[in-house]
Every structure is written in C-alpha cells, then in structure tokens.
C-alpha cells in the first residue's frame, strides 16, 4: 500500500491541482462539487465504503482521527489526538502537512476558503 501509494503519488497530486483549476470557477459555492473534484479521487463519501486511496469520510465529522476500522493509517495520523470537528477539519485541510506532520495524505492544502467551506459543508451532510 505504501509503496503504491508513492508511485501514485505524482499523478494524484497532477490530477488534484487539475481539479482545482478553472474547471470550478463557475460553481464555487458547490461542496459536493469541489469534493468531486479535490476529494472523490481519494476518499469515498457514502456509509461502509471499501477503503480507497484515503479513508472513508462519511461520518468523519465527530470521529477520531485515524481510527476508521480497515484503513491502514500512518502512525502519525493515528497518534495525533485529534477529533475531526468541523474547527480541526479546517485547519487540517488548509495545511495537512503541518497540522499532522508526517501524514500521508498527498494534499497540497486547500487555500481558498469559499471552497474549503463548502467542502466541510458537505462533510457535515455525510451521516
Ligand atoms: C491524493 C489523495 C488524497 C486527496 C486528494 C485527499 N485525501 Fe484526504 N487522505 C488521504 C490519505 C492517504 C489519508 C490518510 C492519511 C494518514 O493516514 O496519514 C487521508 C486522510 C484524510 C482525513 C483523515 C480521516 C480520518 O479518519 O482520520 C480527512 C478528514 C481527509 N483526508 C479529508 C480530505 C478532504 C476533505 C479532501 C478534499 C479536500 C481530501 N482529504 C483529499 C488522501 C487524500
């Protein structure tokens, strides 16, 4: 998994900046578009899904980090004590890297806050 998810990496994070392009710029309001398009590629939305690239999201508001059963995790991730309320989910999502150093999720951050709000938006819908 670690060593696929390396190889992927490059083409994952092409295929999420393509996905932030202009391609979004008529519909910012959307969330369930912008996570169609900056989250899907990685992240299923709906209740028991199989694991993808990243963990399942529907119910993350509330959960734990790093303790969705059947997803491999980075220690960092599981170790980090956070608890994804919408507050925490904003942050992370504006800079994984430095919220959760160490983590594995190849996400360059998310700057635009329109956007980022939209998507925790959606995020609240998932339960
Ligand atoms: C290129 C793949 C990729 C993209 C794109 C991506 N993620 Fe992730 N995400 C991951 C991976 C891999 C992890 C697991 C991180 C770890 O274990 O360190 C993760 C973890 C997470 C977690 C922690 C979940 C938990 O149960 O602890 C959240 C929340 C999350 N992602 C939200 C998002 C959102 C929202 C987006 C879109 C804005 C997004 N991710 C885009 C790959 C991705």
Excluded at 10 to 31: F, K, Q, T, Y
Aim: hydrophobic share 40%; aromatic share 6%; with cysteine.
């Amino acid at each position: 998994m670690a060593g696929v998810l390396k190889a992927l990496r490059p083409i994952l994070l092409a295929a999420v900046l393509a996905g932030s392009g202009p391609a979004l710029a008529g519909d910012m309001s959307g969330g369930a578009r912008v996570f169609q398009a900056q989250c899907s590629i990685c992240h299923h939305d709906t209740k028991n899904a199989p694991p993808s690239v990243g963990p399942d999201l529907f119910g993350v508001i509330g959960r734990k980090a790093g303790t969705l059963k059947g997803y491999a995790f980075s220690a960092a991730m599981k170790h980090s004590g956070l608890t994804w309320t919408p507050e925490e989910l904003d942050r992370y999502l504006a800079d994984p890297g430095k919220v959760v150093p160490g983590n594995k999720m190849p996400f360059p951050g998310m700057h635009d806050s329109a956007r980022l709000d939209a998507v925790l938006s959606y995020l609240e819908t998932l339960k």
